[in-house]
């Protein structure tokens, strides 16, 4: 079987999305989820629907993150809190073998043949490798052998051993990491990313690409913006990207009489229409201007404009309209010099003249000689 993990409302886009493309691909194994603290609303309407062929409650089974540093402080990611949750998958004894999936992949080509082809034990895990560290697996698509000794022996390290990552991912990882990992190939679990040989090696591998992985906090349904990264369009498809792929998919789904719109209603993340300008907050809309009142200019920086211009005085230059504060020079001014200057004049020792000296004093030469009386 098929199985996934909703433990709250805001994944239900999620949910809706993953399974239709399950079935547009044509599964023939049952698809079972596993739910906890859902809305009445939500609970409701699954129920109703029959999208999936069981439904599980788990909320008596789940598992909070065992070390908050390492969730909080170290991946950033606190909105992995419940995701060891999933160990719940070893429980399921009831079927013979477990693909579980997270709600944040969209199924390009059918996953079928991973249940027809590999085989494995109960102490064995199959999963692809991690984009961020390929001698890790990535826990958001893995294969199982559902057994209640596994189960026991993962929830005793749950209870003894702080995950490394503080998530499913790290505890898994130490569990089976080894001989114990069947790897399976990258393209069943392609997780998004901007490494610089990752878009060469989409290129050369897409046709083959089974899953697209959203990983990270920025979900496709959280927002109807097209991501313009040109590592995440589709090639060959234009300037179609995965994100624009998701939302092709999710816009075909219903949840009894609720179209995708009203999923995402419920789910509280109803977003605007693609390229749908969002109106400004109140208190930054533009204020209106009463046309009927006279606009005036800002005094700070301009002169209030006077309705009479002063006449112009060529004589006197055009600096001396400014409203500027003004101070007379002597050399501006009509009345009398002041003789201080000259009596200071007289106080001074007189220059002992040569014969020479007044002989060029008597016989000036130049005009402004003349003019000094020399």
Not at 61 to 77: A, F, M, P, T, V
Not at 139 to 150: A, D, E, Q, T, V
Not at 158 to 184: C, K, M, V
Request: hydrophobic letters at 35%; one cysteine or more; aromatic letters at 12%.
């Amino acid at each position: 079987a098929y199985v996934t993990l909703l433990f709250n409302d805001s994944y239900l886009p999620g949910a809706l999305t993953l399974v239709e493309s399950l079935k547009i691909q044509g599964t023939k194994y049952p698809i079972v989820l596993l739910y906890a603290s859902l809305s009445d609303d939500v609970l409701e309407h699954l129920k109703r629907s029959n999208i999936f062929d069981e439904l599980i409650n788990i909320d008596d089974n789940l598992l909070k993150s065992n070390s908050d540093y390492h969730l909080n402080d170290i991946l950033g990611r606190s909105d992995l809190n419940y995701t060891l949750t999933k160990l719940n998958c070893w429980n399921l004894t009831k079927f013979d073998k477990v693909i579980y999936l997270d709600l944040d992949l969209l199924i390009l080509q059918s996953l079928d043949s991973i249940f027809d082809d590999v085989s494995i034990n109960e102490n064995q895990l199959a999963a692809s490798p991690d984009s961020g560290w390929p001698d890790l697996f990535n826990s958001g698509l893995f294969l199982i052998k559902p057994s209640p000794i596994i189960f026991k022996k993962l929830l005793d390290l749950y209870s003894t051993t702080p995950s490394f990552d503080g998530a499913d991912q790290g505890l898994l990882n130490d569990f089976f990491n080894g001989e114990n990992w069947i790897r399976l190939p990258f393209i069943y679990n392609c997780t998004l990313s901007s490494n610089y040989e990752y878009f060469p090696a989409l290129l050369k591998f897409i046709s083959q690409v089974k899953t697209i992985h959203f990983i990270g906090s920025n979900k496709p349904w959280k927002s109807t913006n097209i991501n313009t990264d040109y590592k995440l369009h589709v090639p060959n498809k234009g300037f179609k990207s995965f994100h624009e792929l998701w939302w092709d998919v999710y816009k075909t789904t219903s949840l009894n009489e609720l179209d995708y719109l009203d999923v995402l209603r419920l789910s509280g993340h109803l977003q605007p229409a693609p390229n749908q300008k969002l109106r400004p907050p109140p208190q930054q809309q533009e204020a209106k201007i009463n046309k009927k009142e006279t606009l005036t200019h800002h005094t700070y920086y301009y002169k209030i404009p006077e309705s009479v211009p002063k006449p112009y005085d060529s004589d006197k230059g055009e600096a001396y309209m400014l409203n500027e504060p003004k101070s007379n020079n002597q050399w501006n001014t009509t009345a009398p010099v002041s003789t201080t200057t000259n009596k200071s004049k007289s106080l001074k020792k007189k220059k002992h003249l040569s014969k020479e000296e007044l002989y060029v004093q008597s016989h000036p030469i130049f005009p402004f000689e003349k003019q000094q009386g020399r």
